[in-house]
T-cell receptor, first 114, second 114 residues
Framework: KQEVTQIPAALSVPEGENLVLNCSFTDSAIYNLQWFRQDPGKGLTSLLLIQSSQREQTSGRLNASLDKSSGRSTLYIAASQPGDSATYLCAVRAVTGGGNKLTFGTGTQLKVEL | GAGVSQSPSNKVTEKGKDVELRCDPISGHTALYWYRQSLGQGLEFLIYFQGNSAPDKSGLPSDRFSAERTGGSVSTLTIQRTQQEDSAVYLC????????????FGPGTRLTVL
């Protein structure tokens, strides 16, 4: 059974810092991995999608890497801003079971302070 | 274009009542997914539709839960005889259809069972 873990569970940083969020998964047979952002009381906003054949994806100040063989992904946020404060979730689409669903981590709650 | 929409945004019901939650996917997306987000369990997969059929219902927690999709578009998740443990945010997502595609989420329906 695929399990996804995110570390740390919560993180508080001053504005301007570069930071790294970690995601690990137990079954490396995946189609892809997706990073999401969730603001309080809101749905999920997709940030980046990395296919299993890719090593990284970039969007603006965000960079996500994938090391499928070791079951790890990191989300790098450059020059953090208060508007980045949210919960960040990673999710994998496993081959086992047909690849029909995402299995989510429990998230990292990020607070960027002025 | 329009994203995934869900209604109602909030639903408060009494224990034992039936509820219906609606999802309108992104136009042209053949795949539709329901997930549930609760405090104790995180984000869990419920059911997957490809077109109007549901090849994966493995996440439905009990036979009180059912879902249908009509016209390859709108989906309804029905919970019969609601229980307090059904209280959660129910999220719908859609994607163009293959395992390689990104999933896009709606804002969710917050269900509270009193």
């Amino acid at each position: 059974k695929q399990e996804v873990t995110q570390i740390p569970a919560a993180l508080s940083v001053p504005e301007g810092e570069n930071l790294v969020l970690n995601c690990s998964f137990t079954d490396s047979a995946i189609y892809n991995l997706q990073w999401f952002r969730q603001d309080p009381g809101k749905g999920l906003t997709s940030l980046l999608l990395i296919q299993s054949s890719q090593r990284e994806q970039t969007s603006g100040r965000l960079n996500a890497s994938l090391d499928k063989s070791s079951g790890r992904s990191t989300l790098y946020i450059a020059a953090s801003q208060p508007g980045d404060s949210a919960t960040y979730l990673c999710a994998v689409r496993a081959v086992t079971g047909g690849g029909n669903k995402l299995t989510f981590g429990t998230g990292t709650q990020l607070k960027v302070e002025l | 274009g329009a994203g995934v929409s869900q209604s109602p945004s909030n639903k408060v019901t009494e224990k034992g009542k039936d509820v219906e939650l609606r999802c309108d996917p992104i136009s042209g997306h053949t795949a539709l997914y329901w997930y549930r987000q609760s405090l104790g369990q995180g984000l869990e997969f419920l059911i997957y539709f490809q077109g109007n059929s549901a090849p994966d219902k493995s996440g439905l927690p009990s036979d009180r839960f059912s879902a249908e999709r009509t016209g390859g578009s709108v989906s309804t998740l029905t919970i019969q005889r609601t229980q307090q443990e059904d209280s959660a945010v129910y999220l719908c997502a859609s994607s163009p259809g293959t395992q390689r595609n990104e999933q896009f989420f709606g804002p969710g329906t917050r269900l509270t069972v009193l």
